[in-house]
């Protein structure tokens, strides 16, 4: 028997029989004797049992399938079988026990379950693979086969290489290695550069690290880099068990150089000398190259809050030359301060200059001499010096004064010193003698002394006898006091100089024209030093209120302080009748504007302000006081005059008709002597409201003359019917005479035109309702006119409206406007929109031309001069023929005493009510000393009327001569209270003024020293007349009643007696 060969797939060992696979059968066979453990028989000899079938075993393995490397695992094969099983491993075909780290083991159970387990205590990515589990005994053989997955993180990348670089991007490639039997989820790149050679990593987004990445796959673009910097590269793959260990670093790579993006830093300016400053910086960080050269940008500067770095103009350029960080600028100018900015510059370009200060100001030294000396006489004891300070650069230092050397030139001793303030360009010298040379010279003073005289400049003091000069007077509206001035001179004054109510700043001028008339004062540039702190406490609140925001507790309670100061400042103004200057006006203008802004917008009506006090404000700069400063201040500030205020008044009449719901009230009247502001919730379906429904009962209203109005409610249309209608009406009287006297197209009113103080009449609805048709008219107006003066002849009335418009504050016009004729003393205006409203009057003729004027001058001082004879003459008969009875009869002392009075009056009102009023000063004078001789002259006409119910009435006593003493503390004592009264408590108003026409139409000045119509001066004179003449009347009445009963009395014949008779006579003319 041979061996017939085959592969050995099994062992028993207890039946010593090898099982051999044959052909792709199993074939028995027995080995032979010397391979069978233990055998004694025959050796050699097999036992063959040829084509006999086996049975499978069922075989099975149990186990994960997947581990994480480095875990260990297990595999059980597991036989059911009650023969002895004969188990091996196999790990891709090969027999484990030929691979190191993997083994198993056999276990044998009683029953018929026997197990064999392969354990791997340390897995690798290696181990994984295909594990077969093969078993057999005496009944069959049978096997199982599991994939076992092992799970790793990546092997590093390699081959990491920068392909690429630019200024800013470079870019790198690699090759991916094993991913771990997972999915590659990232990367991780990290970067070292010569700045920073330790490698760190770099964020994808761009948060970590100098650089951001943009992926695609295994290529990527590193960006916002630094220029001009050598960098190098590493990568790590990530999977979901983690990164792999780093990749080698890649090549390095400059990128390449750029413009400086930084500017250089610590920029500090340290001053030298007068004329040399020293500055010092660091490098920008980083250069973005090789540093080459850095530029200085410098410039003087003279406000350092009001400087703007970015404005080039008078820069100076200049290049160091080399990198040093240092550098000095000589031949600047002294105390001037210097501002400085700093570029760098590399191979590639210029980088920006630095923006942080950078700043030094140059030592002081001494001032040049101040430039256009100029010397004139204003008067004849006066000098005004004027200069135009030195130029800049020729001030080496803060100017703080300004001394002004001034001696005679015939006497080099008499010299004197004089310290002007550093802000002024101007000086007058006072004190001088009249007509004498003088030399004048000006030096300017700095910290350090006095700098370098001026040239001489020699002017001779004016004559006092020339003519042409304006005369030295008080001006009679702002009460400043103006010298002697020559003709064409402009004198310059400070504005707290004049006795303000307020301390002011500024200057004040005017000046003496050709003709030696003095002109408009100027006082466009004087501020009141209160109403400036209220602005700029005022320009704080308004700056920091939010737009829309309800205005806070806090904030209403600020500007309630504030309009309180105002309501006090104006109303001392007005009680004084004192003018507000321009400046001032417009700073209560703007603040009233700002106020009612945030009434209207920001609700400051329903806080705990008190409204009342604003209109109290407008009231008192309606006073006609104001007018010449809304005049000189609507024609140097179109934006901010008379205009702007009538706008404000609407705005705040409207604010109080929107705030009565909230209020929780259906009406509000404000009402003061110059405005009226009515607001009340009108029921939509009333069919009109009457003039009585804008005023309540319980007000006081100041106005004489309220303009009727009819508003026809029907007219007005809005999509919530039945809910009251608020409306406003506003009266401003003045107003028409303080608005520019311009049409709304520009074009200027005629000469002959004015406005006639009508009541300037706003009517407003809200802005809910609109008007039912443009056709109708909405509402009617109608004004009172009265004629003042009956000289005026009037040609007709035009209704007109202040229309406001885009580019400017408008004018009037009379669009939409029809007006019909005056009745009953009434202009009715008629209107298809609401706005505000007045009557211009188109004045036909004026009061007296110049020749006119003339006329009457002469005319009454032909009659004077009469009756000053007249009294010449009776003066010197009483004295002279009827000395010897002058004091013993009282009548000739009575009739002496009435002439010498009128004379005296008559004296003074031809020799100075005209000479005396170009001095405001001595024409006061002459109108209180006319007041007090005219009264007196009244006063012994009372005594006449007193001596005639002497003579005819109490007859007996008559003649004595206490009667002299009475009459003289009647005729010359009775004047006194009135005219000490008049003179104390109305001063300023001891002039007849009108309007010259000159520079401004409103401007005022004295036309003769005689009590003023205005605030009622003149019925300090008329008053006292009106009650002497009743008074005399009264004992005429008595007289006619006492001759009456005698003349059919007994005492006929006494009254017919020659001394009764002269008595009786005397009396008479004395009456008369």
């Known amino acids: 028997m041979t061996d017939t060969g085959g592969v050995l797939v099994g062992y028993n060992a207890g039946d010593n029989i090898r099982y051999l696979e044959v052909n792709g059968s199993l074939t028995e066979r027995i080995a032979f004797i010397d391979e069978i453990p233990g055998n004694t028989g ?223 830093t610590n920029c500090i300016a340290t001053v030298m000398s007068p004329t040399t400053i020293e500055v010092t910086w660091k490098a920008p960080d980083p250069p973005n190259g090789i540093l080459r050269d850095y530029r200085i940008v410098f410039k003087p500067i003279t406000a350092v809050a009001d400087y703007n770095p970015m404005d080039f103009e008078g820069i ?18 002294e105390a001037v301060r210097y501002d400085f900015m700093i570029s760098a510059i590399n191979q590639v370009g210029e980088g920006p200059l630095t923006t942080t200060d950078c700043s030094a100001e140059t030592d002081e030294s001494y001032p040049k001499a101040p430039m256009n000396v100029s010397v004139y006489s204003p008067g004849p004891t006066s000098l005004m010096a004027t200069w135009d300070h030195p130029l800049p650069q020729d001030r080496n230092g803060i100017i703080t004064d300004y001394l002004i050397s001034i001696k005679i030139t015939d006497d080099s001793e008499d010299m004197f010193l004089i310290n002007s303030n550093s802000n002024e360009t101007s000086y007058t010298i006072k004190g001088l003698r009249e007509s004498t040379e003088y030399i004048v010279s000006i030096a300017a ?97 308004f700056t920091n209120q939010n737009s829309g925001e309800p205005v806070s507790k806090t904030v209403a309670e600020k500007l309630n302080n504030l309009t ?98 909230a209020a929780g009230v259906s009406e509000k009247v ?153 009745k009953n003393g009434m202009v009715t205006c008629s209107s298809t929109h609401l706005t505000s409203f007045t009557v211009l009057v188109n004045v036909a003729g004026v009061k007296n031309s110049k020749d006119v004027a003339l006329a009457f001058s002469i005319l009454s001082y032909i009659g004077c001069a009469i009756s000053m004879i007249a009294l010449i003459l009776t003066i010197l008969f009483l004295v002279i023929c009827q000395r010897k009875v002058l004091i013993s009869k009282v009548n000739n002392f009575v009739l002496l005493n009435l002439s010498i009075a009128l004379l005296l009056g008559l004296t003074v009102f031809c020799a100075g009510i005209q000479t005396a009023k170009s001095s405001y000063g001595g024409c006061t004078f002459v109108g209180v000393l006319l007041h007090y001789l005219f009264l007196a002259a009244f006063s012994w006409m009372l005594c006449e009327g007193v001596l005639i119910y002497n003579l005819l009435v109490k007859v007996f006593g008559v003649n004595d001569r206490k009667w002299i003493y009475i009459y003289s503390a009647l005729g010359w004592g009775l004047p006194l209270p009135a005219v000490i009264v008049t003179a104390a408590a109305r001063y300023d108003n001891i002039h007849i003024r009108e309007s010259l026409n000159k520079e401004s139409p409103l401007y005022h000045e004295i036309r003769a020293c005689w009590l003023s119509s205005e605030n009622g001066v003149i019925f300090a004179f008329v008053g006292p007349i009106i009650a002497i003449m009743i008074v005399n009347t009264v004992f005429l009445c008595m007289a006619m009643v006492s001759l009456w009963k005698n003349k059919f009395g007994k005492s006929m014949s006494a009254m017919s007696s020659p001394e009764s008779k002269t008595n009786l006579k005397a009396g008479w003319y004395g009456f008369v």
Not at 465 to 480: H, K, T, Y
Not at 671 to 683: E, G, H, K, R, T
Not at 741 to 769: C, D, E, H, K, W
């Open 42 to 264: 025959e050796i050699g000899k097999w036992i063959f049992r040829l084509n006999q079938e086996f049975v499978n075993i069922d075989v099975s393995i149990s186990g994960n399938d997947i581990v994480i490397s480095p875990e260990s695992f297990q595999y059980t094969c597991i036989v059911n079988s009650s023969s002895a099983v004969v188990f091996s491993w196999y790990f891709e075909g090969i027999e484990v026990s030929q691979l190191s780290g993997i083994f198993y083991t056999v276990i044998t159970t009683e029953s018929t379950i026997q197990e064999s387990v392969l354990t791997i205590n340390e897995t690798k990515p290696s181990f994984g693979g295909t594990y077969e589990c093969r078993a057999h005994n005496t009944l069959g053989i049978g096997n199982d086969a599991r994939i076992l997955t092992v799970l790793d993180k990546p092997d590093p990348p390699e081959n990491v290489t920068i392909t690429g670089s630019t200024d800013r991007d470079q870019f790198i490639t690699w090759d991916n290695g094993f991913n771990g039997n997972l999915e590659i989820i990232g990367y991780d790149i990290y970067i070292n550069s010569s700045r920073n050679p330790d490698l760190s990593p770099i964020d994808l987004a761009g948060v970590k690290g100098e650089a951001a990445v943009t992926l695609n796959g295994t290529t990527a673009v590193i960006s916002n880099l630094i220029p001009f910097v050598e960098y190098s590269y590493a990568v790590t793959i990530c999977n979901l068990l983690g990164c792999s260990k780093m990749s080698d670093i890649s090549n390095s790579v400059w990128t390449d150089p750029a413009i400086p993006d930084q500017e250089p």
């Open 316 to 333: 100076t350029n200049m290049t160091t030359g080399n990198t040093t960080t240092k550098y000095s600028i000589t031949g600047l100018q």
């Open 670 to 822: 404000i009402a003061f002597s110059n405005i009226i502001l009515s607001s009340m919730l009108v029921d939509s379906t009333n069919s009109q409201i009457s003039p009585d429904d804008f005023v309540a009962e319980n007000s006081s209203i100041p106005f004489e003359d309220i303009p009727e109005i009819e508003l026809p409610l029907t007219k007005l249309v809005s999509g919530d019917a039945g809910i009251p209608i608020p409306i406003s009406l506003s009266l401003m009287k003045n107003l028409d005479m303080f608005l520019p006297r311009r049409f709304q197209n520009g074009s200027m009113l005629p000469t002959a035109q004015t406005v006639p103080g009508t009541i300037v009449t706003s009517v407003q609805v809200a802005s809910a309702y609109t008007v039912d048709s443009d056709d109708e008219k909405l509402v009617t107006i109608n004004f009172p006119i009265t004629e003042d003066n009956k000289n005026v002849e009037l040609s007709g009335h035009t209704c007109a409206f202040w229309k406001f418009d885009d580019n400017s504050l408008g004018g009037w016009s009379t669009i939409g406007l029809s007006t019909q004729k005056e």
């Open 445 to 541: 003073v700095t910290s350090v002394g006095i700098g370098v005289e001026s040239n001489d400049v020699i002017h001779k003091t004016l004559n006092d006898n020339i003519d042409v000069n304006c005369p030295s007077e008080e001006d009679a509206l702002w009460g400043f006091q103006w010298e002697q001035t020559a003709p064409n001179v402009t004198v310059i004054e400070k504005c707290d100089e004049n006795g303000q109510l307020y301390s002011s700043s500024g200057i004040v001028t005017r000046k003496c024209n050709s003709e030696g008339v003095w002109l408009m004062v100027n006082t466009s540039q004087c501020q009141s030093s209160s109403l400036a702190d209220v602005e700029e406490e005022a320009n704080e609140i």
């Open 564 to 661: 309180v100061t105002l309501q006090m400042i104006t109303d001392l103004q007005s009680e004084e009748n004192k003018p507000i200057f321009p400046r001032d006006l417009e700073a209560i203008n703007t603040f009233i504007a700002m106020t009612s802004s945030l009434a209207e917008d920001n609700g400051l009506f329903n806080t705990s302000y008190n409204e009342e006090t604003l209109v109290e404000i407008v009231n008192n700069v309606l006073d006609t006081s104001q007018e010449v400063g809304w005049s000189m201040l609507t024609e140097t500030n179109s934006t901010m005059g008379s205009p702007e205020l009538l706008q404000n008044i609407e705005r705040i009449s409207s604010a109080l008709s929107n705030n009565l719901q």
